[in-house]
Structure formats: structure tokens, C-alpha cells
Nanobody
Framework: QVQVVESGGGLVQPGGSLRLSCAAS????????MAWFRQAPGKVRERVAW????????NYAVTVQGRFTISRSNAQNTMYLQMNNLRPEDTALYHC????????WGQGTQVTVSS
């Protein structure tokens, strides 16, 4: 059974940084293309960053391009999202999942950007 734990969220001022982590167990993590998603109140969930199973290729939503960096450690079954220059519009509940959202959603980690 797949278990996913997202962590690293919090309250940060505009322009600040956070690093999110996604720890997965119960699966062969290295065989999966992975992604970070977010959902703000009243909005649909969106994919913000994607990384191939080998970590070589990444892709980003236009809204986060140049500010967010996705990475992974297959040895540790963990994926990361480094978020810099955060903006109030980045406020959302962040989740990790496979690229095609094949897992049940975990609890996520809340990111709030506010002064």
C-alpha cells in the first residue's frame, strides 16, 4: 500500500523560501514520474512541477517557472520542491503524486504566503 507524507509547508512572507518534501513508501519510487500539485481555496488543483523517474527532465507551470525547483532522491524515496521568491498567490495546499495522479491524495502540506 502506498503511503505518502508531505511536509515542509508553513507561513512565510512574500519573497521568502520554503522547501517541501514528499516521502513515499510501499512502492518502487524510482519507476515513477512524479509531480507536485497545489490547490488554493475555491480553485481547481493544478500541477506545478513534474520530474521524470530518473530525475533528468523537469517541467514547470508558467506561474512558478524560475522560482520553483523540483528534485528527487530515488535512494531515499523522496521528492522535493524548493520554492523561492514566494508570492501570496502561491498560497495553497501542496500535494505530491504520480504525474498522472494515480495515488490517493495524502494530507498535503499547507503553504501560506502573507505579510
Amino acid at each position: 500500500q502506498v503511503q505518502v507524507v508531505e511536509s515542509g509547508g508553513g507561513l512565510v512572507q512574500p519573497g521568502g523560501s520554503l522547501r517541501l518534501s514528499c516521502a513515499a513508501s510501499g512502492i518502487t519510487f524510482s519507476t515513477l514520474d512524479m509531480a507536485w500539485f497545489r490547490q488554493a481555496p475555491g480553485k481547481v488543483r493544478e500541477r506545478v512541477a513534474w520530474i521524470t523517474r530518473d530525475g533528468i527532465m523537469t517541467n514547470y507551470a508558467v506561474t512558478v517557472q524560475g522560482r520553483f525547483t523540483i528534485s528527487r532522491s530515488n535512494a531515499q524515496n523522496t521528492m522535493y520542491l524548493q520554492m523561492n521568491n514566494l508570492r501570496p498567490e502561491d498560497t495553497a495546499l501542496y500535494h505530491c503524486n504520480t504525474w498522472d495522479q494515480s495515488w490517493d491524495w495524502g494530507q498535503g502540506t499547507q503553504v501560506t504566503v502573507s505579510s
